[in-house]
């Protein structure tokens, strides 16, 4: 009885979510690093915390969107070493987890500096403050837009878009916090506000770091109920059992599945093989299953634990 398939799911040629979006991720760069350095400039120049706070989350998101686009490149190489057996797509994985990182990173930095200036008379210039806050606040909305589309495919992207999404809010921060200190003579409310910026980026890097975690602990993709995959594959024609079924998620937008189906006695297992993999893919999104056919009363199989 056949097993296996051979219906042309290669390794390493095909187009991961996050590939689609290159040209996005490239443009949000460049726009990006060109407003991190502008922002580190005044940020030092005022002395606001808050400012120099969003800048240090805007290097986070020029690392991120630099390690989405490196990782995209790495992705589409065909593997050269014949050890990489599903590619190497997981390199945009452990970009979006670089991302969960660096975000951690920069918000344990403004929480330390908000501590250094407890008590202190610092001095801030609330007009540099409001005119890069404002500016900030346009470059990130143009990004957003642009990575918006990709954010519901791409995990990857997602990293991205959640670091801008944040650094949007950093934006509207400062503007507040220029027109607080402005308006009151009290610094304080920089540091307020810097502190503020800091537990969002603790929050949205937290349920990013989730999802990155259940792709490498090889969870069901996320809204894949796998009783109703093996319900559907139970009830194919010509199919008397399904077990050892797993799903899981290589990279973003591109779910595996493999199974074992125990074919009916007089059953043709080209056909049950060719129909499983059209519900799979038709009905759950799984464009590569590895399944194997097996003949009725066939033992052994179904005795692992794993």
């Known amino acids: 009885m056949g097993h296996g398939h051979a219906h042309g799911h290669g390794h390493g040629g095909g187009t991961s979510a996050t590939g689609r979006h290159r040209g996005r991720l490239a443009v949000s760069f460049v726009l990006i690093a060109a407003f991190f350095v502008v922002e580190l400039v005044f940020g030092v120049l005022s002395g606001s915390l808050s400012l120099l706070s969003d800048a240090g989350h805007m290097a986070a998101d020029v690392v991120t969107l630099a390690a989405a686009l490196v990782a995209t490149r790495i992705a589409a190489r065909p593997d050269s070493t014949g050890r990489r057996t599903y590619g190497s797509y997981r390199a945009e994985v452990f970009a979006s987890g ?15 500096q908000a501590a250094l200036r407890a008590g202190g008379d610092a001095e801030v210039e609330t007009g540099p403050m409001v005119v890069v806050g404002a500016l900030g606040l346009a470059v990130n909305v143009a990004v957003l837009l642009l990575l918006r589309a990709g954010a519901a495919e791409s995990l990857n992207v997602k990293g991205a878009y959640l670091e801008v999404v944040a650094d949007t809010a950093g934006s509207v921060g400062v503007i507040a916090a220029g027109w607080l200190v402005a308006a ?14 800091g537990c969002f980026v603790v929050v949205r890097a937290l349920l990013l770091g989730r999802q990155v975690l259940a792709v490498l602990a090889q969870h069901a993709p996320e809204g894949m109920d796998l009783d109703q995959v093996t319900g559907d594959l139970a009830a194919i024609d010509g199919v008397a059992d399904v077990h050892d079924l797993h799903l899981w998620t290589l990279t973003s937008g591109m779910p ?14 080209h056909a049950v093989l060719d129909r499983a993999r059209d519900v799979l893919r038709r009905r759950h999104g799984v464009a590569h299953a590895t399944l194997q056919v097996e003949p009725s ?7 692992l634990g794993w």
């Not at 595996?256 to 297992?269: G, N, Q």
């Not at 009363?297 to 005795?303: F, P, R, S």
Request: net charge negative; aromatic share 4%.
């Open 184 to 197: 009151t003579g009290n610094p304080v409310w920089d540091t307020v506000v810097a502190l503020a910026i």
């Open 256 to 269: 595996v599945a493999t199974a074992h189906l125990v074919a009916t006695e007089h059953a043709d297992p």
């Open 297 to 303: 009363g066939h033992e052994g199989c179904d005795e």
């Open 98 to 112: 670089l991302a969960v990182l660096l975000m951690l990173g920069v918000a344990v930095y403004i929480v330390v």
